[in-house]
């Protein structure tokens, strides 16, 4: 295997590690409000041993999000040198941006969220809150403008080969970021919402009911169904995006070799790159013209179009269709758990139930990484689209160096996330005093009042 493709895997192991803790503080963070604010408002006890158990969750997720993002930014020096001397006039201040306004605005007030309890008053510790929350947000926006530029470059000129932007306003306010940034904040929604959900329905299948048990199984039910059918929508105004600016991306992702009309969706095929074709496919006639061009007869271009540019077909293919599956199990299990929550209760849900929302509790990592797997390969083998192809940007670093440094990476990785699971089933497995959940105090909105 070449370097180049040592330094991709590498780069890929990296962020794909890295992104699943962002995905979960993002939403949580907002998540973490709702239920402070609950508690100051009802005065329900629940809803503050739910707030103190979640937050020790977000602590560990912003923990490794911090350190493997650190680990990540390295490599746009020791894996992809050319990118930063190529882009790096775009793509420096995004990133400063980023640790400049979100990164220190939630590592400043988590310490408030987590030691603040008793020190500080209500409506003060509610405003932390909030501002992680806010910052969790404003570091995607962040982040997720850099990438949409890549997707969809504008706003900038060349000059001696590197880039330089010509208007910020355009560089940020790309045309793919509204639909990118939607779409990813609902991910991550959808992510906390079978996460609150798995983790409480495994507290009901191992007899560790707490008093917040009930209660967060059901927001994330409530969660979880409000937000698919939002995804949904929002992923088909994206795939309407990405067919204007990313053409060959679509056709890889639908598999789509010939352009055509009346394009079928193909619900399962095996892509034949070699001869250019699908082999054992099934598919609904005209359906994937419907869907794309919201046209019956409507024109897919095909990737014969894009010879030489187009990217690998069968990671798109598979990943596009991984990620809508599970979408389809979310949308089954939010609705149907609340119409059996609402007919038999939290205590009388079946036993097959639970387990299959525990074992939905990560299923939003899945449909993130399959997401996030078809928008960064599809991008290929432009690093910036149509305009800078991978393989100019990338170092010079020997192969087995590359290799011997990606098996360190997998190691390491691959234990931190039994470690994390572990952990939190630990949380979840212990009684509320543990994490503080049995001590309560009266709630009073005031700049006086305690926790």
Excluded: C
Excluded at 96 to 107: C, R
Excluded at 147 to 153: D, E, R, V
Excluded at 214 to 232: F, K, N, T, Y
């Amino acid at each position: 295997m070449d370097a180049l493709m040592l330094a991709r895997m590498q780069f890929a192991a990296n962020i794909s590690f890295h992104i699943l803790f962002p995905t979960i503080t993002i939403a949580l963070g907002w998540v973490l409000l709702f239920m402070r604010w609950r508690w100051l408002r009802s005065g329900q006890a629940h809803w503050l041993t739910a707030y103190r158990f979640w937050t020790k969750v977000f602590a560990l997720s912003f923990a490794l999000g911090v350190v493997s993002g650190i680990t990540m930014s390295f490599q746009f020096g020791t894996n992809w040198p050319g990118f930063m001397e190529r882009a790096g006039n775009i793509a420096g201040p995004l990133l400063g941006y980023e640790v400049l306004t979100a990164f220190f605005l939630e590592a400043g007030f988590l310490g408030v969220m987590l030691f603040g309890h008793g020190r500080v008053s209500e409506r003060v510790h509610l405003w932390a809150t909030f501002l992680v929350a806010f910052g969790t947000t404003l570091s995607a926006f962040w982040i997720l403008s850099l990438n949409s530029w890549m997707q969809t470059p504008q706003g900038y000129e060349i000059i001696n080969g590197e880039f330089h932007a010509l208007s910020w306003w355009a560089v940020i306010f790309n045309p793919s970021l509204p639909y990118r940034l939607t779409h990813k904040l609902l991910a991550s929604g959808l992510t906390v919402a079978f996460f609150l959900a798995g983790v409480s329905a495994w507290q009901l299948l191992k007899g560790r009911v707490q008093a917040h048990t009930v209660p967060v199984l059901r927001l994330g039910l409530v969660l979880g169904a409000v937000l698919i059918p939002l995804q949904i929508l929002v992923g088909d105004l994206h795939g309407l995006n990405t067919l204007k600016h990313q053409p060959a991306k679509i056709a890889a992702m639908e598999g789509v070799w010939q352009t055509e009309r009346g394009a079928p969706l193909l619900l399962f095929a095996v892509p034949n790159e070699a001869e250019r074709r699908n082999d054992y496919a099934l598919g609904i006639p005209k359906l994937a013209s419907l869907i794309l061009t919201h046209e019956a007869e409507g024109e897919i271009r095909g990737l014969d179009e894009f010879r030489g540019a187009h990217p690998p077909v069968a990671p798109l293919f598979y990943g596009f269709r991984l990620m809508v599956g599970l979408g389809i199990l979310m949308l089954v299990f939010s609705w149907g758990g609340l119409w059996l929550l609402r007919r038999r209760g939290a205590l009388g849900l079946p036993r097959p139930w639970l387990w299959g929302l525990a074992l939905m509790s990560f299923s939003g990592w899945g449909a993130t990484l399959a997401g996030w797997y078809v928008t960064e390969i599809g991008r290929q083998p432009f690093i910036v689209y149509g305009l800078l192809r991978t393989a100019e940007v990338a170092s010079t670093t020997p192969g087995s160096t590359i290799a011997a440094s990606l098996a360190g990476y997998l190691s390491l990785y691959l234990a931190l996330l039994l470690a994390y699971v572990a952990v939190v089933k630990r949380l979840a497995e212990q009684p509320a005093a543990e994490y503080g959940g049995a001590a309560v105090a009266r709630p009073v909105l005031n700049a006086g009042s305690r926790a």
